[in-house]
């Protein structure tokens, strides 16, 4: 006999057609739009494939779970509501996938694209997988502050104007110390140029310090 609790969290993989293939949703004006070329697995349906992108880059588990209950996963829930065949491509396929605002931090592209374009690329009932186009709303384009100003601000603080400025990365990108990374930016600004910026990799490993 079952308990009351058990029912309906069975062990076993679900598919995630049954609840992330909705092609009747209509979608909304505040949705974010993605479209996504996908390559299933042999023997994985272009619609599991396609809403398996929906719920891995949303709300979904490859299992029910109890607290499951606790939100309200229609309302959060990525939604892959249309695939089309590519072209001239075997097994390829253009998934559009629907997803709520209230996913998303305001203001935070890395948490746009940490779900977007994030774990979901490692899955494995997929062969391939590739964004290849993305609608961002202007509801949430607008809670990006945008940098605090402009280049005329930047001109007077170098009191350089009538011309482009002209900057550098520092290279090699990493190795260098901090006392031999500023003889490298001091050598460079005193050759005339106007600025210089880190590569992205340099924050603060052991040979910075």
């Given at each position: 006999?079952?308990?009351k609790?058990?029912v ?13 293939y909705?092609p ?6 505040t ?12 023997g ?5 494939a ?5 719920a ?8 029910t779970v ?13 939604r ?8 001239g ?12 605002l ?11 694209f940490?779900s ?6 490692g ?6 997988l ?20 402009g ?5 007077d603080k ?12 520092i ?38 310090r």
């Amino acid at each position: 006999t079952e308990t009351k609790a058990s029912v309906g969290f069975k062990a076993g993989v679900k598919d995630y057609k049954l609840t992330y293939y909705t092609p009747e949703y209509e979608t909304k004006d505040t949705d974010i739009l993605a479209a996504f070329r996908v390559t299933p697995q042999p023997g994985v349906p272009p619609e599991e494939a396609g809403a398996a992108v929906a719920a891995e880059s949303s709300t979904g588990t490859w299992t029910t779970v109890w607290t499951d209950g606790l939100t309200s996963l229609d309302r959060y829930k990525g939604r892959c509501y249309h695939i089309e065949p590519v072209v001239g491509e075997e097994n390829q396929y253009i998934a559009y996938v629907a997803y709520p605002l209230d996913l998303f931090e305001e203001g935070s592209v890395t948490n746009m694209f940490t779900s977007i374009v994030g774990n979901v690329f490692g899955f494995k009932a997929l062969r391939a997988l590739r964004l290849e186009d993305l609608r961002i709303p202007p509801s949430y384009s607008k809670t990006f502050q945008g940098p605090p100003h402009g280049i005329q601000v930047e001109r007077d603080k170098l009191n350089k104007y009538g011309r482009p400025l002209l900057g550098c990365t520092i290279k090699p990108k990493l190795g260098l110390s901090a006392k031999n990374y500023g003889r490298a930016v001091y050598e460079c600004l005193r050759g005339g140029l106007d600025f210089t910026k880190d590569d992205e990799n340099v924050n603060s490993q052991p040979f910075m310090r």
